[in-house]
């Protein structure tokens, strides 16, 4: 059986805003089929990681403040510190996570 993250998903790529993020939560979450909780995972552990550090990551396009966002309304001030997350960047951490679970497949 071939896994991979759907394209529904994968559409919502690149995670450039919070409201990106949003949509592919809700790709994932109002489909019949069972969620991709790998792939929610590796979203929101790599969102955090990039919003907590304070030294540059992969995950930054630019160096960020470390000082929350003042008006969340105001959608250029709210994305000026928000990490872009591609989907070349998340389907390879994805592709790992799945490969080590099938090792240890029975």
Do not use: C
């Not at 979450?29 to 969102?47: A, F, K, Q």
């Not at 919003?51 to 929350?68: G, Q, V």
């Not at 966002?69 to 592709?95: G, I, Q, R, Y």
Request: negative net charge.
């Amino acid at each position: 059986m071939e896994f991979s993250i759907k394209e529904r998903s994968k559409q919502t790529f690149p995670l450039k805003h919070i409201k990106d993020v949003v949509n592919l939560f809700e790709a994932e979450l109002t489909e019949p089929e069972e969620p991709d909780l790998v792939l929610l995972s590796i979203v929101m552990g790599s969102l955090e990681t990039a919003l907590t550090t304070i030294k540059d990551t992969p995950l930054k396009e630019h160096e960020t403040d470390i000082s929350a966002p003042t008006d969340l309304n105001n959608e250029k001030e709210e994305d000026a510190d928000f990490p872009v997350l591609s989907l070349p960047l998340v389907e390879n951490l994805w592709n790992q996570f799945v490969n080590q679970v099938k090792k240890y497949q029975f």
